[in-house]
T-cell receptor
Framework: KQEVTQIPAALSVPEGENLVLNCSFT??????LQWFRQDPGKGLTSLLL?????REQTSGRLNASLDKSSGRSTLYIAASQPGDSATYLC?????????????FGKGTKLSVKP | DGGITQSPKYLFRKEGQNVTLSCEQN?????MYWYRQDPGQGLRLIYY???????QKGDIAEGYSVSREKKESFPLTVTSAQKNPTAFYLC???????????????FGSGTRLTVV
């Protein structure tokens, strides 16, 4: 069964710091991996989508990498800002028992202090 | 702009009552999904539909029902059989695998359901 793990569960950093969020998954037979942001009480906003054939995707200060063979992805946030404070969710599409649906990790709650 | 609309934003349910959550999309996506989010448990799949008039149970379908009469709409009914319905409910859509595998999911803004 596909399982997604995100470490750390929570992270607090001072403004301006570069940071890395980690995501691991147990079955490498995925179609794609998606990073989302969720603000308190809100829906999910898609940040980056990496297809299984890709190694990384970039959007502004965000860079996501994918190592499918080792079952790992990282989300790199450069020059963090207080507005980056949110919960970041990693999700993979595909893998054992998923029926091709999206399987989520529990998220990393990020707090960026001014 | 294309997107997913969930309504209402907040919903209150009395004991023994059925309530229906609305989800509409204008992205021309084939597949639609309902997830439940509880603190500390992440998102769990309730039901999904890949085509009109067809749907499948997810991991936690007991106490819920859905319909898919139109491509754009996928309402979720929380029945009185769901013993712990208080949660945040999220609707999503995507293209089905086999057509455009690279497509990601798009989510609505959610409905918070509370039992009173």
């Amino acid at each position: 069964k596909q399982e997604v793990t995100q470490i750390p569960a929570a992270l607090s950093v001072p403004e301006g710091e570069n940071l890395v969020l980690n995501c691991s998954f147990t079955d490498s037979a995925i179609y794609n991996l998606q990073w989302f942001r969720q603000d308190p009480g809100k829906g999910l906003t898609s940040l980056l989508l990496i297809q299984s054939s890709q190694r990384e995707q970039t959007s502004g200060r965000l860079n996501a990498s994918l190592d499918k063979s080792s079952g790992r992805s990282t989300l790199y946030i450069a020059a963090s800002q207080p507005g980056d404070s949110a919960t970041y969710l990693c999700a993979v599409r595909g893998g054992g028992g998923s029926q091709g649906n999206l399987i989520f990790g529990k998220g990393t709650k990020l707090s960026v202090k001014p | 702009d294309g997107g997913i609309t969930q309504s209402p934003k907040y919903l209150f349910r009395k004991e023994g009552q059925n309530v229906t959550l609305s989800c509409e999309q204008n992205l021309n996506h084939d597949a639609m999904y309902w997830y439940r989010q509880d603190p500390g448990q992440g998102l769990r799949l309730i039901y999904y539909s890949q085509i009109v008039n067809d749907f499948q149970k997810g991991d936690i379908a007991e106490g819920y029902s859905v319909s898919r009469e139109k491509k754009e709409s996928f309402p979720l009914t929380v029945t009185s059989a769901q013993k712990n319905p208080t949660a945040f409910y999220l609707c999503a859509s995507s293209m089905v695998l086999g057509t455009r595998e690279g497509y990601g999911y798009t989510f609505g803004s959610g409905t918070r359901l509370t039992v009173v």
